[in-house]
């Protein structure tokens, strides 16, 4: 006799408000194991993210880019709003 059948033949036997509590424990199983799957790819993400950058460390690319100014340059592309400013009328 099989596992599967193992557990159905004792779910049977159970009561029906029983059996409502095993099916709910099952899909809880369910996500549990989706949940684990889920984190396991963005683990697997990360570590891809991690050796991409340190070939890039390895290959230098970013050695002549001054990181200060590159990131003043990206900032003088976007009107930035501080929480002091009152007249919203010509921000939009």
């Given at each position: 006799?099989?596992?599967?059948?193992?557990?159905?033949?004792?779910?049977?036997?159970?009561?029906q408000?029983?059996?409502?509590?095993?099916?709910?424990?099952?899909?809880?199983?369910?996500?549990?194991?989706?949940?684990?799957?889920?984190?396991?790819?963005?683990?697997?993400?990360?570590?891809?993210?991690?050796?991409a950058?340190?070939?890039?460390?390895?290959?230098?690319?970013?050695?002549?880019?001054?990181?200060?100014?590159?990131?003043?340059?990206?900032?003088?592309?976007?009107?930035?709003?501080?929480?002091?400013?009152?007249?919203?009328?010509?921000?939009?």
């Amino acid at each position: 006799m099989s596992l599967d059948e193992i557990i159905q033949q004792h779910t049977k036997a159970l009561p029906q408000a029983l059996q409502a509590e095993v099916f709910d424990f099952v899909l809880f199983l369910e996500q549990k194991q989706a949940n684990n799957l889920l984190i396991s790819d963005q683990l697997q993400r990360k570590e891809q993210l991690k050796k991409a950058l340190d070939n890039s460390v390895e290959l230098r690319i970013f050695e002549d880019i001054d990181g200060v100014a590159w990131q003043n340059e990206q900032r003088q592309d976007r009107i930035l709003v501080t929480s002091n400013y009152t007249d919203c009328s010509n921000v939009y």
